[in-house]
């Protein structure tokens, strides 16, 4: 069977025909995706979330976990750009939810300064997403029903002196929180 080139397409859709770009897309010195084993039976399923040696983090070895957290994010809900300046985050997601994450280098000193990403997590995996402090992070609840997002810090919250730096949720555009469509 012959090959089909662009002269096969009828012109009325030619125009808008394209190849994706699968290149690498620019990363955030530092932040890591760490992926998580998921076991499948017929039953259900098992992950195994933060394995830890000696009281570390097996991938990240240079974080102590002060503090375990949930937040539930209804339907379409955007939690807008926040960082720190003293704490990191490790972020977890079951696969079985998805969500998107925005991450936006702010750190002045850092090679990937201005750099900004987006990550999917759930979505039939399982891994870890680690943030360092001075990267601003946000999501977007893109599942359709309603998720909850388990992050381990670094530090305990003190709601008298929190280490929460906000920023408009669009700093980046509001159209940074859609998914791309393809």
Known sequence: MKALTLDDI?????????IQDYSAKPTIDGVKIIPIRNFVGEDGDFSEIIRMSDGKIEGIE???????NRSRLLPNAVKGWHMHFEQEDIFYLPPSDSLLVG?????KSAGSNGVSMKI????GQSSLLFIPRGVAHGMV???GAPIDLFYFVSAQ?????????????DSLGADFWTPQRD
Do not use: C, H
Request: hydrophobic share 35%; net charge positive.
């Open 103 to 107: 991450l936006w280098d702010l750190r």
């Open 62 to 68: 240079d974080m102590k976990v002060a503090q375990v």
């Open 120 to 123: 999917t997590l759930g979505a």
């Open 10 to 18: 009828d012109e009325k859709n030619r125009g808008k025909v394209y």
């Open 157 to 169: 919250f003190d709601a008298k002196n929190p280490d929460e730096r906000r920023l408009p949720w």
């Open 141 to 143: 609840n893109i599942s």
